[in-house]
C-alpha cells in the first residue's frame, strides 16, 4: 500500500471510530442506553467476532474503568490507544514529511508475514474471540 493511501485510510478509520465512540457515549453515558449492535458477523451467526466489545472497551477506558474494559475486551485497549496516537503520528508525519508511520506499517506487516509472529499474533486474535463467545457478548 502507498504512503497516501495508508494515510488517507487511517485518518479516515479515525474520523468514524471518533463518530462512533461519540455516538455510543451519548447513549450509555448520558442516556443509559445500550449501543446498537451493528456487527455483521453477529447478526449472521449469532457468535461475537474477536472484536465484539472493543467499543464497550474504549468506553470503559474512558471513564477511568481499566479492569472492565479489558475484562470486555482487551483489544479495546489497543484500539483507544490507536485512536489516540495515529492522528498525532499522522500529522507529523504530515507536517514534516515523514515516513515514521509508513516504515512502521512496512516493518509491521513484514512481521507478520513471518511464521514465528504470525502464529503467535493468530493465537492470541483466536483466544481472544474464544473469551468473548466463553462470556456471552
Not at 474504549?58 to 489497543?78: D, S
Not at 490507536?82 to 503520528?89: G, R
Not at 514529511?97 to 506487516?109: I, P
Request: charged share 15%; glycine share 6%; hydrophobic share 50%.
Amino acid at each position: 500500500m502507498r504512503r497516501n493511501k495508508l494515510y488517507l485510510l487511517l485518518f479516515s478509520l479515525c474520523l468514524i471510530g471518533y463518530f462512533w465512540v461519540g455516538i455510543s457515549y451519548n447513549q450509555t453515558v448520558q442516556r443509559g442506553t445500550e449501543t446498537v449492535d451493528i456487527c455483521l458477523f453477529k447478526q449472521v451467526t449469532g457468535l461475537p467476532c474477536p472484536s465484539c466489545g472493543a467499543t464497550h472497551s474504549v468506553l470503559y477506558l474512558l471513564q477511568g474503568n481499566i479492569e472492565e474494559a479489558v475484562f470486555i475486551n482487551p483489544l479495546g485497549i489497543l484500539l483507544f490507544f490507536s485512536m489516540i496516537l495515529l492522528p498525532i503520528w499522522l500529522a507529523y508525519d504530515f507536517l514534516k514529511n515523514k515516513n515514521g508511520l509508513f516504515n512502521f506499517y512496512k516493518k509491521t506487516e513484514s512481521l507478520l508475514r513471518q511464521k514465528q509472529w504470525a502464529v503467535p499474533a493468530i493465537a492470541l486474535i483466536m483466544a481472544n474471540w474464544i473469551w468473548n463467545i466463553y462470556k456471552g457478548l
